[in-house]
């Protein structure tokens, strides 16, 4: 295949908003583009060549994979060891989290790890080093079935452009659909990201059968600088609030492709990305993409006042890592013989080996969580006692428990209150019941979020799962509160489950709100210097909130005040004082409140208890 050096020069104009938008500069709010950029140019590259091997029965699946791995692992298993290294100054829960990545790296599934783990535009990814290998896992996922593909309709003149073009279209569709229902499982998804690299397909299929076509340099140039401008305009005003992977995707993805399609008969615009260091930056593009990111996630993570300024200032480091890689990794092992190959499979086999066991056994053992603990300098009652924790608990599930059978009102004023939700459920359970009142006979329904959209209206059962759960307690309910953790993919299950009871039952309904922590385990470690100050501890707890599940949080109370009948309790006001920037995690006695990142301790039962029946009289009284 002929080398193009200006399609090197568009590597860098994809790349060098990537890494601007990661460092925060916010005029490049559109940074992430550069990752579509690179789809369309790795399915114009990846067709461009089975497909020309395939004309002339030179193809070999083989020959593709091999050199797939040489390119790609040898850059990412540095990445993974620069990672490690920058690993070992987090704590026990980021450890276990990056060990949890690094399993998902290797296995080319971290794109759906970490949609299950976090929003791509969550400030708390500070802590996720490897995050940014999502968009590898895409590809390599889609160098499983693409290659086959393209090799069976090669010769299928314009059935394959028929072919390539459903696909699209049906990937495209599914891209739209699901980012209006499940933005992020969109954005990290194969089948919503497939559209992109056959974009690129197309170009190589229109390149390669129409090479002999040739259009007026001046019209070729036109349409690749509108084309270029308008690339950065989308780096400089699309921003994380748009709809993406949706209809504006088109734009950067159509615009990539002409560039692709049309700098090749375009002088001026082919030397403006065939200058030498737009080429130079391309060549080096992927060591700079893998890089970056593990580095500046260490900047942010120890340094979150000064990151922008710091980062900066990392680049020449970040530069000459990356010059050193494609020198001396990926250039060479592009053209390794045959024998050199065999024993290079030999090695990166071994080295994924050994990072996928080094991961899981960060997992397993909880970040190294027991090393931490014997090292620990500071208060031994910050760090919580999980064990004991959780035999306290168990001791008020036996007090407590069946939650789930009739009400025991005696009283006529006695108020039936109706529990539905999770394990976020169980603690305001077990806290209401902690409260010993009278005045409320309290019962308890096991229903995973994920399971909220199953309800089934006057039905006196539904499935979950494998279960069947009862849901007769509702007929008989004064006040029904839904709690749990709320996802990206459960939020809008919650609220209409919440509508679905107000509409079938005379209850009042209430809707609780979910807030999340960084692990107390590993956030005790970073109270060192501090450790008798319960203010500056909370003000640290406050920074170190999951703002991304706040979000979902909040998009849930837009929902439920737009509905008057659904009432809204705000769980963060249990630990937070949001104008104070303060959360408070420890008593005052230094004891903790949670036990994990968000479900409480015995000791928070009662207060809990309080807030909760507090906000329930307060809301039904305004209502009276």
Known sequence: MKYRAEIDGLRALAVIPVILFHAGFELFSGGFIGVDIFFVISGYLITKIIYQQSLIDNFSFITFYDRRIRRILPPLILTALLTIIITMSFTPSDIKNVGQSLVATFTFLSNYFFYLET??????????????????????????????????????????YFIVIIILMASYNAAVSLTNTNPNLSFYSLHTRTWELLAGTLIA???????????????????????????????????????????????????????????????????????????????????????????????????????????????????????????YI??????????????????????????????????????????????????????????????????????????????????????RILIIGDSFAEDAYLALRSLGNTKHSIRRINLDDECMNGYISNASAQICGNNIVDM????????????????????????????????????????????????????????????????????????????????????????????????????????????LQRCTLYDEDFNPLILDNSHLTTRAYIPFGDFLITNIENLTLTDE
């Open 205 to 327: 299929f229109l390149c390669t059968d129409y090479s002999q076509l040739k259009l007026h340099s001046l019209l070729s140039d036109i349409i690749s600088i509108l084309s270029l401008l308008t690339l950065i305009l989308c780096f400089v005003t699309i921003n994380e609030n748009f709809s993406h992977p949706s209809y504006v995707t088109v734009i950067p993805v159509v615009s990539t492709a002409f560039i692709i399609y049309f700098s090749k008969m375009a002088p001026i615009t082919r030397g403006l990305l065939s200058n030498r260091i737009l080429v130079g930056i391309g060549l080096i593009s992927y060591s700079l993409y893998l890089f970056h990111n593990p580095i500046f996630s260490a900047i942010q993570y120890h340094f979150d006042e000064y990151s922008l300024v710091l980062k900066v200032l990392s680049l020449p480091f970040i530069v000459s890592l990356s010059v050193l890689s494609y020198k």
């Open 472 to 579: 007769s307690l509702l007929n008989d309910a004064d006040i029904v509160v839904i709690t749990a953790k709320w996802q990206e993919s459960t939020y809008r299950d919650g609220f209409i489950l919440a509508e679905n009871i107000v509409n079938d039952t005379t209850a009042t309904v209430f809707l609780v709100g979910s807030i999340l922590f960084e692990d107390l385990s590993s956030f005790a470690f970073k109270l060192s210097g501090i450790s008798n100050d319960l203010r500056l501890i909370s003000e640290l707890a406050f920074v170190n909130q999951r703002f991304d599940r706040l979000h979902i949080s909040n998009k849930l109370r837009a929902l439920a005040k737009n509905n008057t009948a659904i009432k809204w309790i705000e769980k963060s006001d249990f630990f937070c004082e949001m104008d």
């Open 119 to 160: 929003d791509y535009f969550n400030p708390f990814n500070q802590a996720a080093p490897l995050l940014h290998t999502w968009s590898l896992s895409v590809e390599e996922q889609y160098y499983i079935f693409a290659p086959l593909l393209i090799y069976v309709i090669a010769k299928r003149r314009l059935f394959k």
């Open 330 to 415: 990926e250039k060479p092992l592009r053209r390794s013989s045959w024998n050199r190959k065999k024993s290079l499979h030999v090695l990166i086999a071994i080295s994924m080996t050994s990072l996928l066991i080094l991961g899981y056994v960060a997992h397993t053992k909880n970040g190294f969580l027991s090393y931490f603990k014997r090292n620990f300098h500071g208060d031994a009652n910050l760090i919580v006692n999980i064990e004991l924790e959780q035999k306290l608990i168990l001791r008020e599930r036996r007090n407590y428990y069946p939650s789930d059978v009739g009400f025991g009102c005696k009283d006529k004023k006695c108020q």
